[in-house]
């Protein structure tokens, strides 16, 4: 991974993703979209702290989505807060959809994936999007799978989120950033969300 340091988020910052985002979240309610200078300013700001990380998640180049998640400095260092967002569709490239929010930020130990043969794929593919309800260890499954896909890789879960609103789970490879997001809906199972090669992380502040 490739990390920066950037001192103001308004300006610099959108000139750093405004330069091409593609769209992944259409199937999103455009009540939770907002354009990228709203994201920053009144969304991320509304959560509280100035020093964040940024994590830009890319395929073919491009960014798919943005992970935030705040540096915290006082009490518990799992004791964050964060929030997901998704570029909306190609119709409406001003927009970001929010995923969710939550105030726990958590890195999970390296899985052993030597022995798992499980493997999961979007809708579409011969694969399972989802591990399987009433598996105990569905979620293990599949984080283990994402680990041996990419190999020596850093896993970061994002848990308690708002009210009806899904957990993730970012496991990155620590070499080459490539990566796979996992997401789990309310009363569901742990699921396959996206995957790319290339992931940035900068650290940025917002003006409160």
Known sequence: MHTK??????????????????PTAA??????????????????????????????????NEVW???????????SPNDAKWLVASRHSPARPDLYC?????N?????????AKNNTERFGMPGSTYP??????DILEGFKVRSWATRELGDSQIMALGKPEPD????????????????LLDKQPQSTTCYFDRGEWSDIRKIQINQ
């Not at 340091?5 to 593609?22: E, H, N």
């Not at 930020?105 to 052993?112: D, I, K, Q, S, Y």
């Not at 609103?165 to 796979?180: A, H, Y």
């Open 5 to 22: 340091t950037m001192p103001r988020i308004v300006g610099l910052v959108l000139a750093m993703i405004l330069g091409g985002l593609v």
């Open 129 to 134: 999007r989802c591990g399987e309800r009433g």
């Open 27 to 60: 199937s999103a309610q455009l009540s939770s979209c907002i354009d990228i200078t709203s994201l920053f300013k009144e969304r991320l700001a509304s959560l509280g702290g100035q020093d964040w990380l940024a994590f830009q998640l890319k395929r073919n």
């Open 104 to 112: 726990l930020v958590e890195l999970l130990a390296p899985l052993p």
């Open 165 to 180: 609103e899904p957990s993730f789970v970012l496991v990155s490879n620590k070499r080459d950033g490539n990566w796979i």
């Open 98 to 102: 929010v995923q969710a929010t939550g």
């Open 65 to 75: 989505h943005l992970v935030f998640t705040q540096i915290s400095k006082k009490g």
